[in-house]
């Protein structure tokens, strides 16, 4: 059998681990899955979740996206790439008066040019096989930025621009590249984050900022997780489909919830549009934005209670 090979980064934990489990499951057997992680000592979660898929359509592999000879090593004992993911990312919140140079360096470096690495490595193959697929969890937030997330923002967006920019080239070697892009997602990453929100230092800020990061985006992080927040497999699934398609969309949103929120972009080309809104929202019209996710909680509990009582 011909099957498809593909290579994921970043499978110790959350959507990279779910699409690796949901790729080596597939009914069909259509692909060999070749799932890496930086430490390989953390891959006991994924052997479990992988059950019976280990060592038949699934292997794992140590590749960490910052060390370009662990991406040779890994890239050169594959026999071939049809398929990359490029999943491995890292978050990074607060003002940038107490974030250093150095920290933001290494979100550009994981998030980034991680991928640029990853390209470098597997494009000149797929040219000249005239053939691949090239899959980038983005983000939501590779479309539009959110307050206290500059530099995430900013590296998600580096993240766009490149694969827009190799998409038109790709086209002539009849290789696709397609961008996924959640909105919220509860995984590791959700809960890093709020951790290390709490452990900032916030004595670089002035009073307003660092009451701007407690008493607005904190107090509504865990809100926008509860009420919007996608599970790994549902944007496992919606990847799945992605890979399977024969001629893949090059952008994918998967959380039409979220999707009033990136609307707001393409609808005025000011910009100022998204900018005042987000404004008012938070600080105008904090008692109607609070309702309506309370409202989008609530509206998800009950269908949850319903799935659950077999209604
Ligand atoms: N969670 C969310 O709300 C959203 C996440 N995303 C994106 O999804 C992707 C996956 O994140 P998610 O599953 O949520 O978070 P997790 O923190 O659960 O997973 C991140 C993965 O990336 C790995 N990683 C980090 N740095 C490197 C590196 N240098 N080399 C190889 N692997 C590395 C981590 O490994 P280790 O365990 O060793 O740290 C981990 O396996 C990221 O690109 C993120 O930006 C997009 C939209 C929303
Ligand atoms: C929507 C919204 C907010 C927060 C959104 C968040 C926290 C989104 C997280 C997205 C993630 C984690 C994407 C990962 O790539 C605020 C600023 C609280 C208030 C204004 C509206």
Excluded at 29 to 34: A, G, L, S, T
Excluded at 247 to 260: A, G, I, K, S
Aim: with cysteine; aromatic share 8%; proline share 4%.
């Amino acid at each position: 059998m011909n099957q498809k090979v593909v290579l994921i980064t970043g499978c110790s934990s959350g959507i990279g681990l779910a699409l690796a489990v949901r790729i080596a499951r597939d009914e069909k057997k259509r692909f060999m899955v070749y799932a890496t992680m930086r430490n390989l000592a953390k891959k006991e979660a994924l052997e479990e979740a992988a059950g019976c898929t280990l060592g038949r359509t699934l292997e794992i592999k140590q590749l960490d996206v910052c060390d370009e000879n662990s991406i040779k090593a890994c890239v050169k004992s594959l026999p071939r790439v049809d398929i990359l993911i490029s999943n491995a990312g890292m978050g990074m919140v607060g003002p940038i008066e107490c974030q250093t140079i150095d920290e933001m360096k290494t979100v550009m470096d994981t998030n980034f040019f991680g991928l640029v690495r990853l390209m470098k490595e597997v494009l000149p193959d797929m040219k000249k096989r005239k053939s691949g697929h090239i899959v980038v969890i983005s983000s939501a937030m590779g479309i539009q930025g959110i307050l206290f997330n500059d530099i995430y923002a900013a590296s998600k967006f580096a993240v766009e621009g490149f694969c827009e920019s190799l998409a038109v080239q790709a086209l002539r070697f009849n290789l696709n590249i397609s961008l996924i892009e959640p909105g919220p997602v509860i995984t590791e990453f959700e809960h890093k984050m709020y951790e290390e929100s709490l452990k900032i230092d916030l004595s670089k800020a002035d009073k307003v900022t660092a009451d701007m990061f407690h008493n607005i985006y904190l107090k509504n992080y865990k809100q926008i997780f509860e009420s919007l927040g996608q599970t790994p497999e549902e944007v496992a699934e919606h990847t799945f489909k992605m890979i399977t398609m024969k001629n893949p969309p090059f952008r994918h949103q998967t959380n039409t919830l979220y999707t009033p929120m990136t609307t707001m972009k393409y609808a005025d080309p000011n910009g100022d549009l998204p900018i005042g809104t987000f404004y008012k929202m938070v600080f105008e019209h904090d008692k109607v934005f609070t309702a309506s996710f309370n409202f989008l909680k609530l509206l998800r509990w009950r269908s949850r209670k319903s799935v659950t009582l077999g209604k």
